[in-house]
Structure formats: C-alpha cells, structure tokens
C-alpha cells in the first residue's frame, strides 16, 4: 500500500506542473480570442523592395519588374480572400516595412493600404484597440505542432507566434491554385476562430 501512495506522490509531481500550465494557456487563449473579437487583426504583406532594389542596381529591371508585378498579383488577391472571406474582427493591410513601427506602436510612421495596395493616410483604427497580426508564411515549430509548411498564422502584437489551445493558423495547400489556396486559408481562419470564441 505505501509502495502504490508512494508512486501516485511521485506521477502527482509530474503531472501537477503540466496540468497547471494547461489551464494558464487555456486562459491566456481565452483572453486572446476575446481581445481579437473585439480588436484589430494586421494583415502583413511582402513587397520584396530589397530584392527589386537589388535587381535594378544589377540592370535586371525585367526581372525587377517581374517580379513586383506578380508580388503585387499575390497580394491583391490576399487582400480580397480576407474582404470576402473573413469577419471575425476588422482587418488593416501594412508592407513589412512598417514592422517595426508596428510592434513598437509607432502608428503614426505606418500608412495603411487600401484594397488596390494604395498607401493611404485616411485608414486608420483605434490605436488603443488590441491587435493581432497575420501573414502567410512557413510555420514555425511550436508546442509540438508540425513545421515546415505554409500557412496563414496569427501572432501577437510584438510578432510572437501564437500558441495552442488558440486556433493560431490554418494550412495553406499548394496543389490548389492560388488564390482558391488562399481563400481557403483564410475562410478555414475565420471559422475557427469563431468555433474557438464559443467554446
């Protein structure tokens, strides 16, 4: 009998600990979920201005021009999967130029895009508002969660990959063509999010 107490005392050590921060990600999740409701979601797009640059200081402005123009190509369509397909909070576009301005809440060096990727001064929310951000990128590796594929992923306001219980990113999946991969993403997003918030 001692011997069964003695191994519940030493499972009950291991377990206590876990099961602990279990609950605080639960919790911080919940808070999270509720603050994005209520909030403002960031959508970052790529400009690839350095590459450009880079291209048309070498004389390759074919390639430079070809470049920008599918950039901009992929990004008008991210804009319009979110317009069409998402509603869980309001969203705003940047270039990841403004990154840092973003995550040091310097608002006011960030112009905010328009639908035809038009900086334009006039866009503008609640400062004060919580907000997250999104982008499609490669998946990090987190909480044992798979690693290495694309993905629409949502992050915190200093740009920290979110964590589960919290519905963090939807798969991208690459034999679809792009724009329904994209659309798909961001529509599977929303409905999360929102299954999340009900629970």
Known sequence: MKKLIFAFAIISIFISPCFGQTQQLK???KQQ?????????????????KTIL???????DNLANKIEQQQAELNKKIVSAFRDNFEFCSTYFFFSEHSKSIKDKQ?????FLNDNLVPDSIIKFDYNANFFI???VTLEQNDHANMGFEALVIRNDQFVQLKRPFPYYARTFGSLPIKQKLEKAVRRMNKKLYKFLKK
Do not use: P
Not at 107 to 111: A, K, L
């Open 27 to 29: 919790k911080i999740s």
């Open 33 to 49: 979920i509720n603050q994005l409701n209520k909030g403002v979601l960031l959508v970052r797009l790529k400009a690839k201005k």
């Open 54 to 60: 880079k291209l048309r200081k070498s004389g390759k």
């Open 107 to 111: 608002f006011s060096n960030v112009i």
């Open 134 to 136: 999104a982008e499609f």
